[in-house]
Every structure is written in C-alpha cells, then in structure tokens.
C-alpha cells in the first residue's frame, strides 16, 4: 500500500515537472516570437503610436504624380483609409475638410487611399473628388498600405507627426 502511494506521488510529481518544463518553454517560444515581431515591426515602421509610421509610394489619381510619406517629413500628415462606397468615410471627408480649413498646406498634409483598389478606379475616386470637394492627396492602395497599417474596418484615420512616428491613430468615424 505505502508503494503505491509513493509512486504514485512521484507520477504526480513528475507529471508536474512536465507541466512546467512545458509551460515554461511555451513562454519562452511566445517570448521569442513577441520580440521578433517587435524588432520587424520597428524595422519596417508600425501603426503603434510613438514608433515611426511605415512609408508607402502611391499615385495621387487627381495629378497622376508619385508621392510618399517621406517626402512629407517636417509635416503633420493625416492618413484616411476609406473606400467610396462606405457612408461613413463620406462623413469621415466632411470632417477632414474642417480640419483642412485651419491649417495650412504647408504645415498639415492629408491623404485619402481607398482600401478597396479593385472597386474604386481612378475615375471613381475622380468622381468622388469633385463630389466630396477633396483638394488632398487621393490614391488607391496598389502597395498593400492597407495591411502595413494594419487596417481592417473603415474609415481608419491616423496622424502621424513631423517626425514621422505615429502619433495617434482613430478607428471608425472621428469628429473634428
């Protein structure tokens, strides 16, 4: 009786020692990989607020020129992911125009990329412009900017500070 109570008190306890052997190497494994992605996320920009913004290269549909978000350094910029047929990212516009109003061009940049590339075409944004009265920056997402900024719902509205690094980020409609 007394030997199988000692052995099963050393199965307890070697069932024990497995539990934490594992457990102890499943947080070392989520550590690793929760570093590794911190280390990517700082080399190639991140939508965290206080790091450094990913930079993207689109077309403005209105002009036809390239433009990036590194030729906006020393400015705010204001990035709205939306899509045309999304009815809050209409209202979204009309509070991005209020804001427009009390800056300058030359101290506050806005940029509109639609998120849905394959329904909106240049001339739907195009049209969408001169609707909505937009004089900002317009692009479609033709370099997976989307996802780079981790966007899932729109509008996604982010702000990012002279010195490129995000400095907030909004989900949804936001008023001015």
């Known amino acids: 009786m007394d030997q199988r109570n000692s052995n099963a008190q050393e199965s307890k306890a070697s069932i024990r020692q497995r539990r934490r052997r594992t457990l102890l ?11 590794m992605f ?24 209105q002009t036809g020129s390239s433009f990036g978000l590194s030729d906006f350094k020393g400015k705010i910029v204001v990035i709205e992911f939306m899509a045309t047929w999304c009815s809050h990212c209409s209202d979204q516009v009309s509070e991005l125009k209020k804001v427009r109003s009390q800056f300058s061009n030359d101290s506050l940049i806005i940029v509109s990329i639609s998120s849905d590339p394959g329904y909106d ?40 500070d002279r010195a490129g690094k995000v400095a907030a980020f909004f989900i949804g409609f936001v008023s001015a």
């Open 25 to 35: 190497l499943l947080g070392t494994g989520i550590s690793v990989l929760v570093i």
């Open 121 to 160: 075409t240049d001339s739907k944004l195009i049209q969408f412009a001169a609707s909505e009265g937009i004089d900002w920056y317009l692009a479609r997402d033709t370099a997976n900017v989307t996802q780079a900024y981790n966007v899932s719902n729109i509008p996604t509205t982010f702000l990012v």
């Open 38 to 61: 911190l280390f990517i996320s700082q080399e190639n920009g991140s939508t965290e607020v206080g790091y450094p913004a990913p930079n993207f290269a689109l077309t403005n549909v």
